[in-house]
C-alpha cells in the first residue's frame, strides 16, 4: 500500500532498498560486477549511467576495425553535408 497525499511513498509490508551496483551490458543483459542481497525474481528499477573507460578499452576500440569504419563513414557523411551546405 502506498501513500500518496503528502507526495511522499510510504511502503507498508515492504522493505524498500536503495544501492547503487556496477553492472556489464553485453546487448542483452545486464550483469552485475559485485554480490548484492536481493531475491531472485524481485522487480527493481534501473537508472542508466554508463562510465568512461579506461586506457585498454580505449587502444582495443581504437585498433578496432569496424570502429574505424563506422568513423571513416562517419566523417565522410559530415564532409558531404558540409558541401551541401548543411
Known amino acids: 500500500m502506498v501513500s500518496s497525499s503528502k507526495r511522499s511513498l510510504i511502503y507498508v509490508g515492504t522493505e524498500m532498498m536503495n544501492q547503487k551496483i556496477t553492472a556489464i551490458f553485453n546487448g542483452e543483459a545486464f550483469y552485475p560486477t559485485e554480490t548484492f542481497n536481493l531475491k531472485p525474481n524481485t ?16 587502444q582495443i576500440m581504437a ?5 574505424l569504419g563506422e568513423i571513416a ?14
Open 63 to 67: 585498433d578496432d576495425v569496424d570502429i
Open 43 to 58: 522487480k527493481v528499477k534501473l537508472t542508466i549511467e554508463t562510465q568512461l573507460i579506461d586506457e585498454e578499452q580505449l
Open 73 to 86: 563513414t562517419i566523417n565522410q557523411e559530415f564532409m558531404f553535408s558540409e558541401m551541401d551546405g548543411l
